[in-house]
Nanobody, 123 residues
Framework: QLVESGGGLVQPGGSLRLSCAAS????????IGWFRQAPGKEREGVSC????????YYADSVKGRFTISRDNAKNTAYLHMNNLKPGDAAVYYC??????????????????WGQGTLVTVSS
C-alpha cells in the first residue's frame, strides 16, 4: 500500500513537500513515480527515481523546480516542489513498480498506486 500526504493550498511561488509512504513492502526494491492529474486532463508523469542507481527523471514542465527523493529508513519517497505555478495544481499520485523509470514514467498499469493528494495553487 502507498499513502500520499502533504498536499494543500499554496500561493504561486510557494513550496510543498509530498510524501509517499509504503507499507507491506520495501520501497527501495521499486522504482517510484510521481504523477498528476488536473481536472479535464490526462494523468501525466512528473518524476521518477530508480532503484538501481538512484537516477531520476523529470518532466520538462517541472525541471529545476521539483526534486524527487527517497528515505529508505522511513520507507518513504518524497516530491519537493518549489516555485509552484497555477498550472501545477492537480491531484498528485505516487506509484511503485519493479520496472525501470523509462517504463514507470509512462504510467498505466503499475504494481502499486497511492490514492492521491490534492495540490491547489492559488492566490
Amino acid at each position: 500500500q502507498l499513502v500520499e500526504s502533504g498536499g494543500g493550498l499554496v500561493q504561486p511561488g510557494g513550496s510543498l513537500r509530498l510524501s509517499c509512504a509504503a507499507s507491506g513492502f520495501t520501497l527501495n526494491d521499486y522504482a517510484i513515480g510521481w504523477f498528476r492529474q488536473a481536472p479535464g486532463k490526462e494523468r501525466e508523469g512528473v518524476s521518477c527515481i530508480s532503484t538501481s542507481d538512484g537516477s531520476t527523471y523529470y518532466a520538462d514542465s517541472v525541471k529545476g523546480r521539483f526534486t524527487i527523493s527517497r528515505d529508505n529508513a522511513k520507507n518513504t519517497a518524497y516530491l519537493h516542489m518549489n516555485n509552484l505555478k497555477p498550472g501545477d495544481a492537480a491531484v498528485y499520485y505516487c506509484a511503485a513498480d519493479f520496472r525501470p523509470c523509462t517504463r514507470v514514467r509512462e504510467g498505466g498499469y503499475l504494481e502499486v498506486w497511492g490514492q492521491g493528494t490534492l495540490v491547489t495553487v492559488s492566490s
